[in-house]
């Protein structure tokens, strides 16, 4: 379960860093618009890409955001999820245009083309979280069990 703290930073303006592992093993980092849809945390992509494909490849996945706060020392307050992903394919026009209304603001029309492809949509459960902020010192349940949390 993602603390309500983490869910507040997930549903805000902050864009992702979200990390995929490429077929030599190397890490593959862009960003990305996310919300949540119950406990888990949502994407869309209009055309499929490298991340999708790695996705694919190997579910696994971390993200990061940085929130708009400072912590009593002064550091900035940043979130780190890792978990697993899974792709499915079509929703991604409806989430998008639902996920520019944060991003982008109430009156603004996303995706901006005539009949944009349905594109795909990434599910991610947390199966870590950690960073610096609220989120850092609890846990989060990872099915029978709970994982402590790490911290970046």
């Avoid at 792709?87 to 991003?103: C, D, H, N, S």
Wanted: aromatic share 4%; net charge negative; glycine share 10%.
């Amino acid at each position: 379960m993602i603390p309500d703290s983490a869910k507040d930073l997930l549903q805000s303006k902050a864009i992702a860093h979200m990390s995929t592992i490429d077929p030599d093993g190397r890490p593959h980092v862009t960003c990305a618009w996310v919300g949540l849809e119950g406990d888990e945390i949502v994407l869309g992509t209009l055309f499929d890409q490298r991340k999708l494909r790695n996705l694919r490849r190997d579910p696994r996945v971390t993200l990061s955001l940085q929130s708009e706060s400072t912590n009593p020392m002064g550091l900035n307050e940043h979130l780190v999820i890792s978990g697993t992903a899974e792709v499915t394919e079509g929703g991604a026009k409806e989430l998008l245009a639902r996920l520019a209304v944060t991003y982008l603001g109430p009156d603004v029309k996303f995706p901006p083309m005539d009949d944009p492809p349905e594109g795909f949509v990434t599910r991610i459960t947390a199966e870590r979280i950690g960073g610096v902020g609220p989120w850092a010192s609890l846990r989060v349940s990872s099915g029978p069990s709970e994982t402590n949390v790490n911290r970046a």
